[in-house]
């Protein structure tokens, strides 16, 4: 008989794919939040770092690697459709066509600073996690979230924006924007800290799952290694 699939773990990575993409879409909008500028996706992509600790932290970074690979793809083939869909020809009905473009229609730059950002930001959170919770024996969750978290969001902002932006904007605003985004999603993890500590030993509870990587490779080209 095979094992039934975990059905926490399938919310976790379709809510982990989900805000990826939203946030791929919404980033686009530049919000202000009192004195900061920052883009929309800041309201939702923190929560895929979230989703990650979670992962990371009750099944493994096997299981981690595998809602990363599956995010990327999934995110790749939302970002395909949107450039056909621009491409397609609209219908005489259709009046908004430049508007859609503009808000569906991400520059290849930034579209490619996206993808790298994301893989490099979330393989380093579910390693330091993984690597952390190994090293304090199971202990103090709340520490190695906040850490992997700022070395995840710290590398993800300190690639997008030097891929996106590098030669556009000023080195000075270019680490401005750096460092905001990197305080701001950080933050953002510790405010709902509280939250992720009661889902994370729930699930732990309801799974009966707490993995521990010994021994396994931290090589984030190995999927099938599960």
């Given at each position: 008989?095979?094992?039934?699939?975990?059905?926490?773990?399938?919310?976790?990575?379709?809510?982990?794919?989900?805000?990826?993409?939203?946030?791929?879409?919404?980033?686009q909008?530049?919000?202000?939040?009192?004195?900061?500028?920052a883009?929309?996706g800041?309201?939702?992509?923190?929560?895929?770092?979230?989703?990650?600790?979670?992962?990371?932290?009750?099944?493994?970074?096997?299981?981690?690697?595998?809602?990363?690979?599956?995010?990327?793809?999934?995110?790749?083939?939302?970002?395909?459709?949107?450039?056909?869909?621009?491409?397609?020809?609209?219908?005489?009905?259709?009046?908004?066509?430049?508007?859609?473009?503009?808000?569906?229609?991400?520059?290849?730059?930034?579209?490619?600073?996206?993808?790298?950002?994301?893989?490099?930001?979330?393989?380093?959170?579910?390693?330091?996690?993984?690597?952390?919770?190994?090293?304090?024996?199971?202990?103090?969750?709340?520490?190695?979230?906040?850490?992997?978290?700022?070395?995840?969001?710290?590398?993800?902002?300190?690639?997008?924006?030097?891929?996106?932006?590098?030669?556009?904007?000023?080195?000075?605003?270019?680490?401005?924007?750096?460092?905001?985004?990197?305080?701001?999603?950080?933050g953002y993890?510790?405010?709902?800290?509280?939250?992720?500590?009661?889902?994370?030993?729930?699930?732990?509870?309801?799974?009966?799952?707490?993995?521990?990587?010994?021994?396994?490779?931290?090589?984030?080209?190995?999927?099938?290694?599960?």
């Open positions: 008989m095979k094992k039934q699939v975990s059905v926490a773990y399938l919310v976790c990575g379709l809510l982990f794919t989900t805000c990826l993409i939203i946030a791929n879409i919404v980033e909008k530049l919000i202000q939040i009192g004195p900061i500028e883009t929309a800041l309201l939702v992509f923190p929560i895929s770092y979230i989703v990650n600790d979670i992962i990371a932290e009750v099944w493994g970074y096997r299981k981690a690697r595998l809602i990363i690979w599956y995010g990327f793809f999934m995110n790749f083939l939302a970002i395909a459709v949107f450039r056909l869909s621009i491409i397609v020809p609209g219908s005489e009905n259709f009046t908004h066509q430049d508007a859609f473009s503009l808000v569906m229609g991400n520059t290849t730059r930034i579209t490619l600073a996206s993808f790298v950002a994301f893989l490099i930001g979330s393989f380093l959170n579910a390693y330091v996690m993984s690597r952390m919770k190994i090293l304090q024996k199971g202990r103090n969750f709340s520490l190695r979230a906040i850490i992997s978290t700022l070395v995840g969001e710290g590398a993800d902002s300190l690639v997008f924006f030097t891929i996106a932006f590098f030669g556009v904007i000023s080195i000075h605003d270019l680490w401005v924007l750096i460092l905001t985004q990197t305080t701001m999603k950080t993890e510790i405010i709902v800290l509280p939250l992720t500590n009661r889902i994370v030993k729930w699930v732990k509870k309801k799974e009966k799952e707490d993995v521990y990587d010994n021994g396994t490779s931290y090589n984030p080209f190995k999927i099938r290694d599960l």
